[in-house]
């Protein structure tokens, strides 16, 4: 069995759900501290109360240094103040984006500058555990596990240990215009024949929109029918299915889409996108949750969001990714921070950053909850997520990109055979993998 039928397995056990600011750090501790047992005597509604992290006590005089990215500060105060409470933990803040987190953490973990506790985009996972970043979350790890579904620990994990508190999965999905389209298409070829009577190049209309050079959009015609990468569950660096037999039956969907959007690659980014899309032009978008606020903004009640139409009569199978709290390898209080990491990422703060930036909660009982059921939104992206496999977190993962998005352009603007431009695409990330220098 290949990952991305493993994935969609556990993705789908997982998820059966009714979906219809800075402070101070020396470097330095292993996160072996004694545990005791924890102060519960305060109530709180961050954490879940059958779930007590009872085999954790904060060290005395313990203070955190949390990074997050400018639209989660207002939840992570909220967190902040609740931990506090419950634990009596200072807790400062002090904005990172998300993407600059790791590499911050490399230069200022060493020196004491770092935080205690980041976000880290599972991709970014194996790197950060090479270089020595992270400590695990042992003490916590099962409770963690049995809280959230399976697909977002496996993310949040490397080499076989689990080192995130899963926050928020992301995943891509189909919005559309309910003014110009009045039911998603189930297949994408009822994408194209909606799009024979749509799209008018001469007019810069067209049925449906999504960046065709990116293969993180792309995948579900590599992985929808078979092809997968990193061999069975996504560590093996030598077994890359992207040039399968699978997968490029699914390509030759993704060329027969250019006759509803004649447009390069080179001409599609998210602003065009989003232009196009929220003043009417283009009648679908395959997108993130990222986008949702911009969209029901622009478009009201007319906006709506879908699965993924199915790729050769198969459920399409997209790309996923999970953010998650670690912990800084570097912190001088490692059960603090462990305790906090858990605690920002329970059932109740998961809905709580829901509520606050619409993100698609990973904690079982979350999921279940009338707040994301009742939006059919955030529902509809839980949807596609049974049917999304997360994103490799090997550190390989970090070469596929620029040979896949390379190729994809080959195939869409010049009409290159997915074979040549994907085996060619795959023989490069071997050498990459490898240390082989480009010819």
């Given amino acids: 069995m290949k990952f991305r039928k493993l994935l969609v397995l556990i993705a789908a056990l997982s998820l059966v759900v009714s979906i219809t600011a800075c402070g101070k750090n020396n470097a330095g501790n292993n996160g072996n501290a004694a545990p005791a047992p924890a102060n519960t005597t305060q109530e709180n509604t961050g954490t879940d109360p059958a779930a007590q992290p009872e085999a954790?006590?904060?060290?005395?005089?313990?203070?955190?240094?949390?990074?997050?990215?400018?639209?989660?500060?207002?939840?992570?105060?909220?967190?902040a103040q609740q931990f506090?409470?419950?634990?009596?933990?200072?807790?400062?803040?002090?904005?990172?984006?998300?993407?600059?987190?790791?590499?911050?953490?490399?230069?200022?973990?060493?020196?004491?500058?770092g935080a205690d506790v980041l976000v880290l985009p599972h991709d970014h996972l194996g790197d950060a555990v090479n270089s020595g970043l992270l400590l695990e979350n042992d003490v916590l790890g099962e409770q963690v596990k049995s809280r959230n579904t399976e697909a977002s620990t496996i993310g949040m994990s490397y080499d076989g240990k689990l080192y995130g508190y899963p926050r928020?999965?992301?995943?891509s999905a189909l919005y559309y215009n309910k003014s110009l389209i009045a039911e998603a298409p189930k297949?994408?070829?009822?994408?194209?024949?909606?799009?024979?009577?749509?799209?008018?190049?001469a007019k810069k209309k067209y049925a449906l929109m999504w960046e065709t050079g990116n293969l993180y959009y792309n995948y579900p015609f590599i992985a929808s029918n078979g092809g997968y990468l990193f061999g069975n569950d996504g560590t093996n660096k030598d077994d890359i299915g992207l040039a399968t037999p699978e997968a490029l039956a699914g390509m030759k969907v993704f060329q027969d889409l250019r006759e509803i959007l004649p447009v390069p690659s080179g001409d599609i980014n998210g602003d065009?996108?989003?232009?196009?899309?929220?003043?009417?032009?283009?009648?679908m978008d395959i997108n993130g949750p990222w986008e949702l606020a911009a969209y029901k903004e622009a478009i009201g009640d007319n906006l709506a969001v879908a699965p993924v139409p199915t790729v050769l009569g198969k459920t399409a199978i997209t790309f996923s990714g999970i953010k998650g709290y670690v912990v800084s390898s570097f912190t001088k209080y490692p059960n603090a921070a462990k305790l906090y990491a858990d605690f920002a990422s329970s059932k109740e703060s998961q809905l709580l950053l829901n509520k606050s930036v619409g993100s698609v909660p990973t904690n079982l009982e979350?999921?279940?909850?009338?707040?994301?059921?009742?939006?059919?939104?955030?529902?509809?992206?839980?949807?596609?997520?049974?049917?999304s496999q997360p994103?490799?977190?090997?550190?390989?993962?970090?070469?596929?990109?620029?040979?896949?998005?390379?190729?994809?352009?080959?195939?869409?603007?010049?009409?290159?055979?997915?074979?040549v431009a994907?085996?060619?695409?795959?023989?490069?990330?071997?050498?990459?993998?490898?240390?082989?220098?480009a010819e």
């Fill in 168 to 171: 928020a999965a992301e995943t």
């Fill in 84 to 113: 506090e409470e419950k634990y009596g933990v200072k807790v400062n803040i002090e904005e990172v984006p998300i993407p600059d987190q790791k590499a911050r953490l490399v230069t200022d973990g060493p020196s004491g500058l």
């Fill in 187 to 201: 297949t994408f070829e009822d994408v194209i024949a909606f799009g024979k009577t749509f799209t008018d190049k």
């Fill in 56 to 79: 954790l006590a904060p060290e005395e005089g313990a203070e955190l240094l949390v990074w997050e990215s400018r639209e989660e500060v207002v939840f992570t105060e909220q967190i």
């Fill in 366 to 387: 979350a999921l279940e909850a009338d707040q994301i059921k009742n939006d059919p939104y955030i529902a509809a992206f839980a949807e596609q997520a049974k049917n």
């Fill in 391 to 419: 994103m490799p977190s090997i550190p390989e993962m970090n070469n596929v990109w620029g040979p896949a998005n390379a190729a994809l352009p080959e195939i869409w603007n010049n009409n290159v055979d997915p074979k």
């Fill in 272 to 283: 065009i996108k989003r232009g196009l899309f929220t003043a009417g032009d283009v009648a």
């Fill in 422 to 437: 994907l085996e060619n695409a795959v023989k490069q990330i071997t050498d990459l993998n490898n240390g082989v220098a």
